[in-house]
């Protein structure tokens, strides 16, 4: 960082030149300059006024956004690395200034005055300031706000908004650099977890060969697919929820709705029904004892047929006008 | 299956002769099968019985038009049909862009009735063709089911079962004319066959289900199902060292005649070669050969080290030649997934990129109750029934559990996909129903457990230890006691009849409602028929010129297509998003934005279902959040949707309503003059449970031109240009009597007009 202020003070002589002819061209030139080295530029309360103060003829987004964890801003660091490589790849196709817009982050731990002006409550707020003098000028100096409401977004989104802003200006192509050390540890844990599975194949190959496990893997995959499971995956619905009365609802209301804890509640029933139904075919007929066996048949049975009036009972909270339920759940 | 209840002993052991005649019996399950048939086809039958012979819903009234196409104009021509009634002004290359297989078994039958001089109107047959398939997919259930297992129920009760299951039922009551119709019972058909050539090893069959598939594909975008299940099992059994000559005979012939099939046909064209659903089916045909070489060469050279050799070489072509699909996929040659296919996998998709995917009702996930509503006490054997596939584990087997897993999580991604699920579902179940059945339903019972040392000594089956299931280690014995098989075999029944009480109670309340007609009940418990569509698309038919061109939401395109005969802009071959999303910009803008976009697309009415008096809540005001977003999907700058709610974020129809929301064409179309019903300040919104302000909205551009019995549907006419040339806010306002605004003051300093 020690550079920066040298870099400037270089900048700053064709700055003082350039103010001859308009005090917005240096103010632009050394934002760039600050840009080549790195952007977007990291800006705080004082630049921030002066890089978007009146007068312009230049296109400013800046990005408000609180990055500091005490504001468990979500959204704000999930953005932030896209907002980085936007900014980085822009100015990367576009060295010498010919678009004329600067990428700037304001963090709130920089410009809490800025952020307490603007009246924000929230975070991330990507504003786009429009040139109100020169050749782009556009009549409206309000500067206009990105909506971040349909969740995060991508570099590409933001890119696609922007440019639409900036017609007849270059647009440097999105640039995501390669990782390479991504790479090279995906492709070094690949061969060292293919390495290990080999040599701890004598062990693994049973479990993978056995018919139980199989079995097993398979009825849990069906039983949660068949209790709603991808549906919760896909809502996102709450685990439970409270009925207001200090407890809690374990069943919600209506037939297109479910909670976390219901499905489960539900995939176990089928498990249990399901199990049942086994034990009653295969292992009860090859029971030798006939007092288990007939202990074995009457339990399961008891459970098969309680469990499956439970589960209609639970089905008529589902849906009021279901007319069939079992004895003992009425 | 017959009990012998005679006391006298002559006939009785003639009856238990009889019995266990081989004729007998086949006599006895065809009897069975024909009353299973025949109770598919009558529990499909409530809508004709309730309401008259019509077609349901949406799609199928394309369907309908269609196959009167068909019928009409002949094969060829409808071949090369070219739609100019819809999509208007871009119209439709119909012949092209739909799966004909529906169609064309329809006028096949109607062609052949009338060769046998049997007066039939194509309507009928199209009503009724779900439910006669229907029996024909019970038979093909009740086929593959015995592939499975030699239990002999355990087909008849799957036959049963997919009879009168609900989840299938759902899309096959009569008048539901609809590709799925015919394809459950193709898609059943063919994985038959698939298990009987990969049993056989034979080309015969293999060829048959080529043939099969080929059929599917004509009927039901959905043959991707097959195209892609069918290697997945392939490539498990390769897997589990299970490669065999069958297997590679069933295979290759599948593949090699099933792509010829599929590709006859113009909207699959070279799909199979060129995009992604298809690119298992290939990869697996290509490894197929590798195997089988590398099998031979295995038996021809027996060394170790070469084998190895082999098996590692095998592994690396694989890796290369996905590596090489996925450059060729990135390089652009190959289709990627296309959408649909896609939201499959990465669930979040489609909400982002594809709102038109998204927004479709059927396209939703699963909550559990929609599977027990479906499918009753068939969702826990359904599990049972699998544990049961793995105790002896064979190839069709292996099958069944690769689509029982396979089905189950698609079936929870998206509510539509039940139906694929369903036949696996009746499958497994009836395994596990027949099993249980078979085991209680002996009278006689085993002799005391003293004598079971020999029988263990016998042996029912040798079992390496490590490959069977730890429950069936030991051998059957049987059930002892009366009790025992009193209880569970009374149970059963008990759930099998109320599985069937179930069935019908669904199909009767759920399914079997045309969604065209709307029945309510009035307070003295009568039914009263709501049949407001119908009336304002005769409405249509009658009192609009031929090629009126009528905008609504795409929703009821093919409706108006079929029922009024007018041109739409859009329907629910929803091929073209910016056509959608240009009607959907229309709705949701003001009307000064609307006018020209209706003027450019030479809009004469435009239609708009509005459920406010009847609290019919399938209405557009519900659904045009989803216009407003298909809209935004591509002008992003002229229609927003934080717009149409309200600064606190409620979506909101009463005087709260945000500005944009007020002012949108689809707002002012379905209140306009909707407080005129009701006394000062009552206006009343029935879905929405709010009230309405008094002062309702104004139409400058637009006419109310009809609104139905219960305003379900209203009409607008499109006003023409000004006839002295003021634009329509100006000349409405000029017509209430308003005084002209003098603009005077607002003027400039005089000018001279220098000519």
């Known amino acids: ?330 | 299956m017959a009990v012998a209840t005679d006391a006298s002993s002559a006939p009785m052991e003639l009856l238990v002769s009889v019995g266990k005649n081989q004729s007998t019996k086949t006599l006895l399950r065809v009897l069975i099968l024909c009353f299973i048939a025949a109770a598919a086809v009558a529990s499909r039958l409530f809508s004709v019985i309730r309401f008259e012979s019509i077609i349901h819903e949406f799609d199928p009234w394309f369907n309908f038009r269609a196959t009167k196409y068909l019928v009409a104009h002949g094969f060829y021509d409808f071949w090369n049909w070219f739609d100019d009634r819809t999509w208007h002004p871009l119209g439709r290359v119909t012949g092209g862009t739909l799966y004909p297989g529906l169609m064309v078994t329809s006028g096949a039958i109607y062609h052949a009735l009338r060769a046998l001089t049997v007066p039939v109107d194509i309507r009928n047959i199209c009503v009724l063709l779900a439910p006669a398939f229907s029996g024909l997919t019970a038979f093909a259930a009740y086929l593959l089911t015995n592939e499975m297992t030699t239990s002999s129920s355990a087909g008849l009760l799957a036959a049963a079962f997919m009879g009168i299951t609900p989840g299938y039922i759902s899309r096959s009551v009569a008048g539901s004319y609809d590709n799925e119709a015919i394809a459950i019972f193709l898609l059943v058909y063919t994985f038959y066959l698939w298990i009987k050539a990969l049993k056989v090893g034979s080309v015969m069959w293999g060829a048959l289900c080529a043939l099969f598939y080929g059929y599917m594909v004509a009927s039901w975008g959905g043959y991707a199902f097959i195209t892609c299940l069918i290697p997945l099992h392939a490539f498990v059994l390769v897997c589990m060292g299970r490669f065999s000559n069958r297997l590679y005979v069933a295979y290759n012939t599948w593949y090699a005649l099933g792509t010829l099939a599929s590709m006859q046909i113009p909207f699959v064209g070279f799909a199979p070669v060129s995009t992604s659903e298809h690119m298992p089916a290939l990869g697996i045909f290509g490894f197929l050969q590798l195997v089988a070489f590398l099998e031979y060469v295995r038996s021809a050279v027996p060394s170790r080290q070469f084998q190895t050799f082999l098996y590692v070489g095998l592994g690396g072509v694989f890796g290369v030649a996905l590596l090489g699909l996925v450059g060729l996929t990135t390089g652009g040659y190959i289709a990627p997934w296309s959408g649909r296919f896609y939201s499959l996998w990465d669930t979040s998709y489609a909400k982002i990129h594809i709102p038109i995917i998204a927004s479709v009702s059927e396209h939703q996930p699963t909550a559990w109750p929609a599977f027990f509503f479906d499918l009753n006490m068939l969702i826990w054997l359904f599990p049972a029934g699998v544990y049961m596939c793995f105790q002896k584990l064979e190839d069709e087997h292996v099958f069944v559990i690769v689509y029982a897993l396979f089905g189950s999580y698609f079936a929870g991604v998206m509510v539509r996909l039940m139906l694929t699920l369903t036949p696996v579902v009746c499958v497994a179940a009836a395994i596990a129903a027949s099993q249980l059945l078979d085991t209680y339903l002996v009278y006689k019972s085993p002799v005391a457990p003293e004598a079971k040392e020999e029988e263990v000594t016998d042996g029912t089956a040798k079992k390496s230890k490590q490959s069977a299931l730890r429950s069936t280690s030991q051998p059957v014995v049987g059930i002892y006691t009366l009790i025992s098989k009193g209880f569970i075999a009374g149970a059963m029944t008990l759930f099998l009849l109320i599985f069937v009480q179930h069935c019908t109670w669904v199909t009767s309340n759920a399914y079997s409602s045309p969604s065209v007609v709307l029945a309510s009940r009035m307070p003295d418990g009568s039914q009263h028929i709501i049949d407001d569509y119908r009336e304002a698309y005769q409405w249509l038919r009658q009192n609009t010129k031929e090629d009126a061109k009528i905008m609504s939401w795409w929703d009821y395109g093919y409706q108006i297509g079929g029922m009024a005969d007018r041109p739409t802009l859009v329907d629910n071959n929803t091929w073209n998003n910016t056509h959608i999303a240009t009607v959907g910009k229309a709705m949701s803008s003001r009307e000064e934005v609307s006018y020209p976009i209706m003027r450019q697309h030479e809009v004469d009415y435009v239609l708009v279902v509005f459920g406010g008096l009847l609290g019919y809540s399938g209405d557009d005001i519900n659904k045009f959040l989803w216009m407003v977003r298909i809209a935004e999907g591509i002008w992003p700058d002229e229609v927003k949707e934080r717009d149409y709610f309200t600064p606190r974020g409620e979506y909101r129809v009463d005087s709260e309503a945000s500005e944009t929301m007020k002012n949108s064409l689809m707002y002012k179309m379905s209140y306009y003059n909707y407080c005129s019903l009701f006394p000062p300040g009552q206006a009343q919104d029935r879905v929405r449970g709010v009230r309405l302000p008094d002062q309702g909205p104004v139409l400058n551009t637009l006419e109310e031109a009809y609104t139905s019995e219960n305003w379900i549907i209203r009409i607008y006419k499109v006003k023409d240009l000004d006839n002295v040339g003021r634009d329509h806010a100006l000349a409405a306002s000029f017509d209430r009597g308003n005084k002209k605004k003098k603009a005077g003051k607002k003027r400039g300093p005089r000018v001279l007009r220098a000519e």
């Open chain 1, 1 to 330: 960082m020690r550079w920066l202020p040298a870099l400037l003070s270089f900048a700053l002589p064709f700055g003082a030149l350039a103010a001859k002819k308009s005090p917005s061209v240096d103010r632009f030139q050394e934002f760039h300059t600050k840009a080549v080295a790195s952007s977007p530029i990291k800006l705080a309360d004082n630049s921030y006024k002066k890089l978007t103060s009146a007068p312009r003829d230049h296109s400013v987004a800046v990005l408000l956004t609180a990055l500091d964890a005490r504001y468990g801003c979500q959204l704000c660091g999930e953005f932030q690395p896209e907002w980085d490589v936007l900014g980085k790849s822009w100015v990367r196709g576009d060295k010498k200034g010919e678009s004329r817009i600067i990428f700037g982050t304001l963090d709130f731990a920089d410009g809490r005055d800025t952020f307490l002006s603007l009246g924000l409550q929230t975070a991330p707020v990507l504003l786009l300031f429009q040139p109100t003098t020169g050749p782009h000028a556009v009549p409206a100096a309000d500067p206009i706000r990105y909506d971040f409401t349909s969740g995060p977004q991508s570099a590409e989104t933001v890119y696609a908004w922007i440019a639409r802003h900036l017609p007849d200006r270059p647009h440097p192509p999105i640039y995501r650099p390669v990782n390479y050390v991504g790479w090279v540890v995906t492709i070094v844990s690949v061969l060292g977890i293919a390495g290990a599975l080999f040599k701890l194949s004598p062990w693994i190959l049973p479990v993978l060969q056995n018919r139980n496990v199989w079995a097993g893997l398979s009825l849990i995959g069906i039983l949660l697919f068949t209790s709603g499971h991808m549906f919760n995956q896909i809502r996102k619905v709450p685990y439970v929820s409270g009925n207001g009365k200090g407890g809690i609802t374990y069943f919600a209301g209506g037939f297109q709705s479910q909670f976390g804890l219901e499905t489960q509640i539900v995939a176990f029933i089928y498990g249990l029904l399901s199990f049942a139904a086994i034990s009653l075919a295969i292992k009860a007929p090859r029971t030798r004892d006939t007092k288990l066996q007939q202990i074995m048949v009457i339990g399961w049975g008891l459970v098969m047929v309680i469990t499956y009036s439970f589960l209609m009972s639970i089905f008529r909270i589902k849906n009021g006008g279901y007319p069939f339920k079992l004895p003992p759940f009425m």
